[in-house]
């Protein structure tokens, strides 16, 4: 015989949910959007607006990384590429010598590879690490 559930015990069965989705999410390797972050995100259309997803994971395993967005366990999943985030102009002295065309730093066979690949760790844009993946990949070709 189904026992009936009080308005109480049925808020607190609600809350146990979302905190176990939000644990399931988080270790299948799920990050929680945040506006204050440098954080891309991924938007997707519904009843003709433009959605952000709740939750992003990034797949950076392919010669194209991406960006993967869902709102939760069991919802569908949007994928675009990944990209860097926009930066303000740098302030470079020309003068000094300093060329910021020289791509060969980013060459899968260069010298500085493990010292790009600090500065991106530190630079702390998986996006931007996704960009020098995706120029790798192209670079081997």
Excluded at 60 to 67: A, K
Aim: hydrophobic share 35%; with cysteine; net charge neutral.
């Amino acid at each position: 015989m189904p026992v009936a559930r009080s308005v109480e015990n049925l808020k607190r069965s609600i809350c146990s949910d979302k905190h176990i989705n939000i644990a399931i999410m988080k270790e299948l390797g799920w990050k929680l959007y945040s506006d204050d972050t440098n954080m891309p995100d991924v938007s997707y259309l519904k009843n003709g607006g433009l959605k952000r997803t709740r939750w992003v994971c990034y797949n950076l395993s392919g010669p194209n990384p991406l960006i993967e967005g869902t709102n939760g366990p069991g919802e569908d999943i949007y994928a675009c590429d990944l990209h860097a985030a926009p930066q303000p102009c740098p302030n470079f002295d020309k003068a000094k010598g300093f060329q910021d065309d020289r791509l060969q730093i980013f060459y899968p066979t260069s010298k500085s590879r493990m010292l790009v690949n600090r500065a991106l760790g530190e630079l702390d844009d998986v996006g931007l690490r996704g960009e020098v993946i995706r120029f790798r990949h192209w670079a081997n070709e």
